[in-house]
């Protein structure tokens, strides 16, 4: 049993049903015979789309079932429908590292952040147009106005207005406060496996206003941290915990943060 290989995904046709208590999953839709499939024992099992319902290393297959070694990687009352799945050959001693376990990502939340504004004049049910001036204000595209007790987030700044990403169910009226608030924290940390056509388009890549927001080091195994500062901008810290060639053809489903081209 290999410790990590150099396969970003060596399978992930179809779908997968895990049992929580015994760690035996069941092929699905779209899943050919577990022994034809290339895979091995040692190699880890990513439950969910992009991994979201967390991982385990496999511990031995038959031509319908995959065992895991423990289900302690899978984020707690995982549902055992059946899910789409990654397997690959990220290093094992990863899953003992906590701070990359799922149960711990959280999304970023609004708060109120002491900027206000007034309405110019009215702005009716259904808009996604707001009459407001931003002018010098601290308001960048991301944040959000409270409308009916929801954050409605803003797409584009222009001189006198703002447009919204979905409509507001409140009117507003001329001079009415507009109220903003921003998006902060959150916390996502996982494993990647960068390949060297990854690594260049990250290199030159922009989020969110900042340069080359998902760079690495190195090509390999590549740990990720990310979380929105008070500025409402993504930060990224990346560690390459094993620097090597990860094969290009076996590319798994990242192109959000590592696109190819």
Sequence with gaps: MALWGNKDSVYSAGTIAVDAFTGIGTGAVGVVTWTSAGIATGDILSLGTGGASGQGVISGFTSTTISVASTAGFVAGFTTTPLAYNISQQPIYTLGDYSYHNDNDTDGTFKDF???????????????????VVGSLDVIVGDAIVNGGSNVVISTIG??????????????DTGDTVAFRRKTGGYFKDVFGVDRLEVAVAAGTTVD???AAYAVA??????????????????VKSEVLVAGG????????DDARFPDS
Excluded: E, F, M
């Excluded at 002491?114 to 808009?127: K, Y």
């Excluded at 001189?159 to 507003?172: D, E, K």
């Excluded at 090509?219 to 008070?230: K, L, M």
């Design 114 to 132: 002491s900027v206000t504004a007034s309405a110019t004049t009215t702005a009716g049910v259904g808009t996604d147009i707001i009459p407001v």
């Design 159 to 172: 001189a006198t207005t703002v447009s919204l990403a979905s409509t507001i169910s409140v009117g507003i």
């Design 209 to 211: 206003g900042k340069n």
């Design 218 to 235: 190195h090509q390999g195994w590549v740990g990720i941290q990310t979380y929105i500062d008070c500025h409402g901008k993504l930060r």
């Design 246 to 253: 990860i094969l290009t053809t076996t590319d798994a489903g």
